[in-house]
C-alpha cells in the first residue's frame, strides 16, 4: 500500500528550483566566470552534470574524463530514482524555454499547430546519431547538450550584445560616428566574429521560437540529452498517479495541461515516463485527481518511449555518414591555416574529440580574444574557440580560460607556466612593415611585447640600410599583443600564426633546461635595452 499524497505545492517547489538553479547559473557565469575567480571556483559545475556529456566525450575521446564523472554519475542516480527531475527541476534551458513559452509566446500558440506526437521520437533518433558520431571522434557541430546551449547563447549573443551595449551608452554620439573608422577595423572585426556567431545565433532562435508550435518543443522533440535520460527513468519511484474517486475522464490533463504531452490521451493513468519532467503541472487543479507520490504499484502505469527499428536504424545510418561529410569540407586543407588554440589546449586531433563548444573559454577571456570558429574553419571546428589577436591578445597574466574547461580539452595552467607555453609564432611582414619599409622608425611591437621576444635588427642594402622588427621564435608565445598594437592597424604588418605550438596531452608543458634557456635569454634581452 502506497501513500499517494503528493508533497505540498508541487509546481510551486519546482518553480522555486528552477529559479534559484538559473539563478545560479547566471552568477556563475556572468559574474564568476573571470581571471579572479576561475582559479579558485568551479565554474563550470552546470556543465559537468550532465552524463551524455561524460559518456558521449568519453567515447570519443577513448578516455574517461575523471572530471565529469562525479556530477554524471549523481545525475544518473536521481534519474533513474525519480525520473526527468534534471529537465524539469535544474536544467537553466528548460527555465529559459518555460518562462519564454508562458510569457512571450503566451497566446500566440494554438493547440491546432501542435506536431504529431510522434515526433517526439526524433530526439532519439538524434540521440543515435550523436553516440555513433562519437565512435568517430567527433562532437561538434551537431553535439545539443542543453547547457552547452545555455552557456554557448549566453557567451557568444548575450554577453557581447551586453557589452556592446555598456560601451554605446557611455557616448552614442561619438561611439557611432567611430564605429566604421580604420583604426577600429570593425569591417575586419565583423568578418570574423560573425560566421563563427551565426551557428549559435542560429541554435539561439531554434530553441524559443518551437514555443509557437508546442511548449517545451525544444525538450520534446529534439534534446538528445532529454532522450537520454528518459531511457535513465524508466522505471522511476516517484511517479504520477490518478485517484479514481476524483477523475471523471474530462482528459484536461492529457490534452490541455502537461507541457511534454507525457500522458496517455486513451489512458490517463499511464504516463510516459521517458517524457515527465515531474513538473507538477497536472497536479495543479481544483479537483486534486492527480499527485505524484513514490511508489511502483498498478495504480501508476509507466509507458517506455514508443521506437521502432526504422528509428534506430536512421539514426545509426546517420551517424555512419556523418563524419565523411564533415571532413570532406576541405576548408582546412584549401587555407592550410589552422586557428590559434587557448594555451593548454590538447593537441588538435584530441582536442576535438572533447571540446563540447560551450564557449566557458570564452566568457572567462578578460580581453575578448577568444571567439568562436565559423564554417570556414571546417564543420568539425565550428564554435570551437580560438585566439583572435586583431580583437584581442591573451594576457600574460592570466590563466583563465584554462580552468573553466568542463572537458579538460584545455589543461589547468599554472601562472609560472604560462610564459613558457607557446600557442603560435608571430611572423613580420616586411612588405608592409613601416618600419622596415623605411617610413619611420617604428617600436610599437617590441615596446608591447611582454616576452622580449622582438629585437631591431640592422641590414646593409648597398648605400642603405634597412632596420625593423624581427621576432625570436623561442621566445615569442604568440600571445598577440604585437598584432593587436601594430602601427598598421587597417592590415596589421605582423601576425600571429599556428606554426611552432607546444600542445601536449600530459605531463610538464615544457622541459626544465629549456625553461632556463629561455628564462636567461630574456633576462639577457632585457637587460641590454
Same mark, same amino acid.
Given at each position: ?356 563548444? $560551450?564557449?566557458? +573559454?570564452?566568457?572567462? !577571456? &578578460?580581453?575578448? @580574444?577568444?571567439? /568562436?570558429?565559423?564554417?570556414? %574553419? ?19 597574466? $592570466?590563466?583563465? +580560460?584554462?580552468?573553466? !574547461? &568542463?572537458?579538460? @580539452?584545455?589543461? /589547468?595552467?599554472?601562472?609560472? %607556466? ?26 610599437? !611591437? ?84
Amino acid at each position: 500500500m502506497y501513500d499517494t499524497k503528493e508533497p505540498v505545492m508541487l509546481r510551486t517547489i519546482r518553480i522555486i528550483s528552477q529559479c534559484v538553479f538559473f539563478l545560479v547559473f547566471v552568477i556563475l557565469l556572468f559574474f564568476l566566470n573571470n581571471q579572479n575567480f576561475a582559479h579558485r571556483l568551479q565554474t563550470e559545475i552546470f556543465l559537468q552534470l550532465n552524463p551524455l556529456v561524460a559518456l558521449l566525450s568519453s567515447i570519443a575521446s577513448r578516455k574517461v574524463i575523471w572530471a565529469l564523472l562525479p556530477g554524471a554519475v549523481v545525475v544518473t542516480v536521481v534519474t533513474m530514482l525519480l525520473g526527468r527531475v534534471f529537465c524539469g527541476w535544474i536544467c537553466p534551458l528548460g527555465a529559459a524555454i518555460d518562462f519564454s513559452d508562458h510569457f512571450i509566446i503566451g497566446k500566440a500558440r494554438n493547440i491546432s499547430r501542435r506536431p504529431r506526437i510522434y515526433i517526439q521520437r526524433l530526439k532519439y533518433v538524434l540521440l543515435l546519431f550523436l553516440a555513433v558520431l562519437s565512435m568517430f571522434g567527433v562532437l561538434v557541430p551537431f553535439f545539443m547538450d542543453p547547457i552547452s546551449i545555455a552557456t554557448r547563447i549566453s557567451a557568444i549573443i548575450i554577453d557581447p550584445s551586453l557589452q556592446s551595449i555598456k560601451a554605446l551608452s557611455g557616448n552614442v554620439v561619438n561611439d557611432f560616428s567611430n564605429l566604421f573608422s580604420v583604426e577600429k577595423k570593425t569591417g575586419q572585426i565583423l568578418s570574423i566574429v560573425i560566421p563563427g556567431s551565426f551557428a549559435s545565433l542560429f541554435i539561439f532562435i531554434a530553441v524559443f521560437i518551437g514555443g509557437f508550435w508546442d511548449r517545451r518543443f525544444w525538450c520534446q522533440y529534439v534534446c538528445p540529452t532529454g532522450a537520454f535520460l528518459g531511457l535513465l527513468s524508466r522505471f522511476p519511484l516517484l511517479r504520477r498517479f490518478v485517484h479514481d474517486d476524483k477523475c471523471n475522464s474530462c482528459h484536461a490533463c492529457a490534452t490541455r495541461q502537461c507541457p511534454v504531452r507525457a500522458i496517455n490521451h486513451d489512458s490517463i493513468k499511464l504516463t510516459s515516463s521517458a517524457e515527465c519532467i515531474v513538473c507538477g503541472v497536472c497536479s495543479n487543479n481544483r479537483r486534486e485527481c492527480t499527485s505524484f507520490a513514490f511508489g511502483k504499484t498498478k495504480a501508476a502505469p509507466v509507458q517506455p518511449p514508443l521506437l521502432a527499428r526504422r528509428h534506430f536504424i536512421t539514426g545509426v545510418l546517420a551517424g555512419v555518414l556523418a563524419p565523411s561529410v564533415l571532413r570532406g569540407t576541405g576548408a582546412d586543407n584549401v587555407l592550410q591555416v589552422q586557428p590559434i588554440r587557448p594555451p593548454g589546449s590538447l593537441p588538435e586531433e584530441e582536442f576535438l574529440t572533447r571540446c563540447i563548444a $560551450c564557449g566557458q +573559454c570564452m566568457k572567462a !577571456c &578578460p580581453n575578448h @580574444a577568444l571567439h /568562436p570558429c565559423g564554417f570556414i %574553419d571546417g564543420l568539425t571546428k565550428v564554435n570551437t574557440p580560438r585566439l583572435v589577436p586583431s580583437i584581442g591578445y591573451c594576457e600574460p597574466g $592570466c590563466t583563465a +580560460c584554462t580552468h573553466v !574547461c &568542463p572537458t579538460v @580539452a584545455i589543461r /589547468p595552467v599554472q601562472a609560472q %607556466d604560462k610564459p613558457y607555453i607557446k600557442i603560435g609564432t608571430a611572423v613580420v611582414n616586411r612588405n608592409d612593415c613601416i618600419a622596415w619599409r623605411g617610413e619611420m622608425k617604428c617600436l610599437v !611591437c617590441k615596446t608591447h611585447c611582454p616576452y622580449q621576444a622582438i629585437e631591431v635588427q640592422d641590414i646593409e642594402c648597398g648605400e642603405l640600410t634597412q632596420s625593423g622588427p624581427v621576432i625570436d621564435k623561442e621566445l615569442c608565445t604568440g600571445c598577440g599583443i604585437c598584432e593587436k598594437y601594430c602601427a598598421v592597424s587597417s592590415n596589421p604588418a605582423i601576425k600571429v600564426h599556428v606554426y611552432g605550438e607546444r600542445r601536449i596531452s600530459d605531463g610538464p608543458f615544457i622541459t626544465d633546461k629549456k625553461r632556463n634557456r629561455i628564462s636567461q635569454k630574456r633576462k639577457s634581452n632585457q637587460e641590454s635595452q
